[in-house]
């Protein structure tokens, strides 16, 4: 199970930083991965990294703005959002994957329930 935490309310410009928490599994041997998903869209993805945190990846959206992490003695992957806009504004989910780092939301599994961040301008 994965539980994810830190999203808020916050006002473009500022910086948050969201936690995915792993329970009852370890999340040493997976990939990991955000995606968010705004009202009325579909998910996206965000960022991913591999087990060992040595292949990240980033949509261009995100790209010099956001950074994923992970400590896998913690079982637990981050990702630290700065200068947030209001585009950003969307529910934001973590994943683990078998497969190597992807950006294909079919290839995670399973899912958190996702933490809200809203971005005012």
């Known amino acids: 199970q994965l539980a994810e935490s830190g999203g808020g309310l916050v006002q473009a410009g500022d910086s948050l930083r969201l936690s995915c928490a792993a329970s009852g599994r370890t999340i040493g041997g997976s990939s990991m991965a955000w995606f968010r998903q705004a009202p009325g869209e579909e998910r996206r993805f965000v960022a991913a990294i591999s087990w060992n945190g040595e292949n990240i990846s980033y949509d261009d959206s995100v790209k010099g703005r956001f950074t994923i992490s992970r400590d896998n003695a913690k079982n637990t992957v981050y990702l630290q959002m700065n200068s947030l806009e209001p585009e950003d504004t969307a529910a934001y989910y973590c994943?683990?994957?078998?497969?190597?780092?992807?950006?294909?939301?079919?290839?995670?599994?399973?899912w958190g329930q996702g933490t809200q961040v809203t971005v005012s301008s």
């Open positions: 994943a683990a994957s078998a497969y190597i780092v992807t950006s294909i939301a079919s290839h995670y599994n399973p």
